[in-house]
């Protein structure tokens, strides 16, 4: 009996070996190590909507003619890199949600980057983020700035080791500083520039240039 669980042991032994030195099993590894995650903040995400019908909400928190007029261009985009690069996605949730009248949102937003505010999140961690090699990060750009929950998330969480691809929406500004800010939030990650398109972008021109983008991305 010994000598056959001995040579059972043996085979499979074996047989792990062959896998390995052909690569069947540490590609299948490698693969499931590097599932990118695609973590972003969406103003339409983290607006106060008690009260308001939803047509009030469609239109306080959609850009341009986004996809089904329930989307602004960062969860378009986010939606295309999950599709794409079969990513798993993480929204930056606030607490406290912003006013959906998007003016009213801003003078809030002015004074929270001014102050250089924490902001309390839901959650303010990945829990898992050690599982994920490549990291897609969407943020709008307000103020010519990265808004404070984005800049609290980066703080929050450690990016050592990962890469950071990086894209975004603006109302003319364009990236600004901010990938360099960014880098200087994860010193031990490679941040990597994106795209960035107008908040009003027409839906169907974002598609086209995130796929271009993600495209030529290995």
């Known amino acids: 009996m010994m000598k056959k669980r001995m040579a059972a042991v043996g085979i499979i032994a074996a047989v792990v070996a062959g896998l390995l030195g052909t690569g069947m099993l540490s590609d299948h590894a490698d693969a499931a190590a590097k599932k990118p995650l695609a973590i972003y903040f969406s103003y339409a995400e983290n607006i106060d909507t008690n009260g ?13 003619d986004s996809v089904n007029r329930k989307m602004d261009n960062i969860k378009l985009i986010t939606q295309e890199v999950k599709s794409k690069k079969k990513a798993d996605t993480f929204s930056i949730t606030v607490k406290k949600k912003y ?36 990291i897609y990060l969407g943020t709008p750009i307000w103020w010519y700035s990265l808004p404070q929950p984005v800049v609290t998330f980066l703080r929050s969480n ?37 795209i960035t398109v107008y908040g009003d972008a027409p839906a169907k021109s974002v598609k086209k240039r995130a796929d271009k983008w993600l495209d030529g991305i290995k």
């Open 99 to 134: 006013n959906a009248n998007f003016d009213k949102m801003a003078g809030v937003a002015k004074k929270e980057i001014d102050k250089d505010k924490k902001i309390k999140l839901a959650p303010a961690k990945v829990k898992n983020l050690s599982d994920y090699d490549t």
């Open 158 to 194: 450690d990016f050592s080791g990962k890469t950071i691809y990086v894209y975004g929406i603006h109302e003319g500004s364009g990236w600004e500083n901010n990938i360099e800010k960014i880098q200087e939030l994860c010193p031990d990650a490679t941040v990597v520039k994106g």
């Open 52 to 64: 308001m019908s939803e047509d009030a909400i469609a239109s306080a928190s959609i850009s341009g």
